[in-house]
Nanobody, 124 residues
Framework: QVQLIESGGGLVQAGGSLRLSCAASGRTFGTYNMGWFRQNPGKEREFVAGIRWLDSTTYYADSVKGRFTIARDNAKSTVYLQMNSLKPEDTAVYYC?????????????????WGQGTQVTVSS
């Protein structure tokens, strides 16, 4: 069982930056793919970024490529999402997720564990 706790959300102006953190419980953090998703009311949860446990290969949604960076610190059992050049359309609840599979997949159903989410609001 893995428990995930997100932090770092908040209100920021367009063009600004935020860094989200996700702290994981358990001693096997290093064997989990980690990911970030986001969701707005009435919309489906969408993949934002992922990082593979095997080799730390990173994956990004086209909408955030070049602006967001995912990174992990296995010693601290924490995954980060650095968000730069934020846009109003980045506003959402951001969720951390963990998956014990071999590959990073973008579908929500592929992920085993979820955090409670943290709100990110970007004002224009």
């Amino acid at each position: 069982q893995v428990q995930l706790i997100e932090s770092g959300g908040g209100l920021v102006q367009a063009g600004g930056s935020l860094r989200l953190s996700c702290a994981a419980s358990g001693r096997t953090f290093g064997t989990y793919n980690m990911g970030w998703f986001r969701q707005n009311p009435g919309k489906e949860r969408e993949f934002v970024a992922g990082i593979r446990w095997l080799d730390s290969t990173t994956y990004y949604a086209d909408s955030v490529k070049g602006r967001f960076t995912i990174a992990r610190d296995n010693a601290k059992s924490t995954v980060y999402l650095q968000m730069n050049s934020l846009k109003p359309e980045d506003t959402a609840v951001y969720y951390c997720a963990a998956d014990s599979g071999f590959r990073v997949l973008t579908s929500v159903a592929s992920w085993d564990y979820w955090g409670q989410g943290t709100q990110v609001t970007v004002s224009s």
